[in-house]
C-alpha cells in the first residue's frame, strides 16, 4: 500500500486537535557514537548546509564525521545532567507546561505533544502517534521565535515529507515564527529585568544569537532582520538606549563570512573601548542547550576576562518559565481559537460507514 493508513483507526473514533511543538534536536548520550549518528543526520540536511551535495558528502563523511564526535562529546558531557541533555528536559518542561495550560483552556481531548528534527523523538514517530489518537486538526510550533530555513524552514520539510506517505492529511497550520509576539518580547523583558534586580547591571546588553553564513541573508532568508527586530523590540520594552545594547551572532562553522558582528570577536574587543562588565541574554533560543551553556556562559566569558572584562553574566533562556509558558499558550490560542471540533463530524462518519458496510 503506497499511503499509510492508522491500524488502529475506526469511524467511530473521536477527532481531536493536536499540538505539536518542536526542537533541534540532541543526542541520545554525551558519548562518541551517539554523536556521530546525531551529527550525521544534523549535516546531512540540505537546509542546514547549502553547498553541493557531492562536495559536502564527501566533506561530511571523510573528515568532519572522523574529528568532531569526540570533541562534541566531551562538550556535551560537561552540560550533561541527571536528567540528560538540557535541550531535552527542558523541551520536556515546557510541553507539560503547555499541555496543563491548553487543556484547562480547551478539554482533555487536546492532544500536546513534542518532537526534535534531529533525533528523538523524530518528528514522523511523533505525527504517527498523534494521528492514531485521532488528531485531525494540527498546529505545529517550531520553538524558533526568529523564522530561519535552517531550522523553520528544516522542520516544515520533515512534517511535510511525513504527510507525504499518509492517507488522511489534517488540517494544518504552521507558526513560522513569533519573533515579535508581544507576550514573548515581555516574557524576555520580564526574565532580564528579573536578573538586574538581583544583580545589578551591567555597562552594556549583548543580545547574541545563533549565527548563519552572510549569503543565506543575501538569497532572502528574513532571519537577519528579525532578530534585529527581536532585539529593538525588547531595547524599547527595557527603556534601554542605543549605546546600552548590542546584536551579535554566534556560532560560526566554516571559513566563509557569516552573521556580523561576531559574538566572540565583539566580546574581546569590548574592554578596549571601556565596556568592563556585561550581561548576555540569546532571544532565539527558547531553552538552553549545548550552544548557551557551554559557549555563551562559559567559553565566551573567558574571551572576554582575558580581554580585560571585569564582570560577565549569562542570563539563562526562557525555558519553561510560567511567563513563556503563559506566552507559547497565548500564541498557540491564537490559532486554536476557530477550531472547535464537535462529535457531529465523528457520528456523521460512522453513520456513513455503517450505511455502505465498512468494516471498521
Known sequence: MKYQGSPVFT???NDKVGVLVTNLGTPEAPKKAELKRYLKEFLSDPRVVEIPRLLWWMILN???????PKRSAKAYATVWTERGSPLMFHTVDQTNGLRENLQQLYGNDLVVEFAMRYGSPSVDSVIDKMLQ???RKLVVLPLYPQYCASTTGSTFDAVAKSFSKRRWIPELRFI???HDNPDYIKALADKIRDHWE?????????FSYHGIPHRYLLNGDPYHCECHKTSRLLAAELGLEEHQHFTSFQSRFGREEWLKPYTDHSLKAFPEQGVKSVQVVC???????LETIEEIAEENRE???????ERYEYIAALNADPSHISALTKLLGSHLESW????????ARSKLAKARGAEN
Request: glycine share 10%; with cysteine.
Open 133 to 135: 489518537q485521532g488528531v
Open 340 to 347: 472547535s471540533l464537535t462529535s457531529e463530524d465523528t457520528e
Open 198 to 206: 538581583q544583580h545589578g547591571r551591567a555597562d552594556k546588553l549583548v
Open 283 to 289: 532571544p532565539g533560543f527558547s531553552a538552553d542547550c
Open 62 to 68: 571523510l573528515v568532519i564525521l572522523n574529528i568532531r
Open 303 to 309: 574571551y572576554f576576562l582575558d580581554a580585560g572584562g
Open 176 to 178: 513560522t515564527h513569533y
Open 11 to 13: 469511524h467511530k473514533q
